[in-house]
């Protein structure tokens, strides 16, 4: 369903365990710029009535998952660390196509948010079934499901505003670029991407 070209390494887990402090502070931070971004294209396209009216529960829902992943933090006794650099976004950002019409802009802001949204679903699917903690393996499950709608409906948004064979055209050239950042990137455990 995600149509992701490169999986990630199956390394990533067992690292990840033993950094749980980091990953789920960095899963904490991605949360809250998952709701930024949603934020920042409703302030940026609010003539899109059904735009606002999609994207504004799925701020809520993010926000919601923030302080569930924080929940998750202080239950444990960790603490809430530090925002880190995302080299992985950074590197999707950079690969934004910029000019344009303003129907162009959004196509290529909902397909980026569309790409994260896919690996943080497929990274919380290998934590789900992975991790050896019972309450976050069934904490990731839900989360991948929420990240998977998401997902998609930021695809279904693309197609509404733009031409659907444009939008088909330009994902499958962001899926090629993103598993061409995935191949470069170390793998390391205290990230979530």
């Not at 733009?162 to 050239?173: G, M, S």
Request: with cysteine; proline share 3%; net charge negative.
């Amino acid at each position: 369903m995600l149509h992701l070209k490169l999986p990630t390494d199956p390394r990533w887990v067992g690292i990840t365990e033993m950094h749980l402090e980091d990953v789920l502070t960095d899963h904490a931070y991605c949360e809250q710029k998952a709701a930024s971004s949603c934020i920042s294209l409703i302030v940026r396209f609010n003539d899109l009535e059904e735009l606002v009216d999609i994207l504004t529960p799925i701020v809520a829902e993010e926000w919601g998952h923030f302080e569930r992943v924080l929940e998750q933090i202080r239950k444990r006794g960790l603490k809430f660390g530090f925002i880190r650099k995302d080299e992985y976004v950074i590197q999707l950002t950079n690969f934004v196509l910029k000019g344009g019409s303003r129907i162009q802009q959004l196509t290529e802001q909902l397909l980026l948010n569309a790409l994260i949204e896919a690996r943080s679903c497929e990274r919380f699917k290998l934590l789900s079934t992975n991790l050896e903690d019972p309450e976050l393996k069934k904490f990731y499950y839900e989360l991948m499901i929420s990240e998977a709608g998401h997902y998609v409906t930021f695809i279904e948004l693309a197609r509404k505003y733009q031409d659907p064979d444009i939008v088909n055209k330009r994902w499958q050239e962001w899926l090629t670029f993103e598993a061409e950042v995935m191949n470069k990137l170390e793998v390391r455990g205290d990230r979530i991407h």
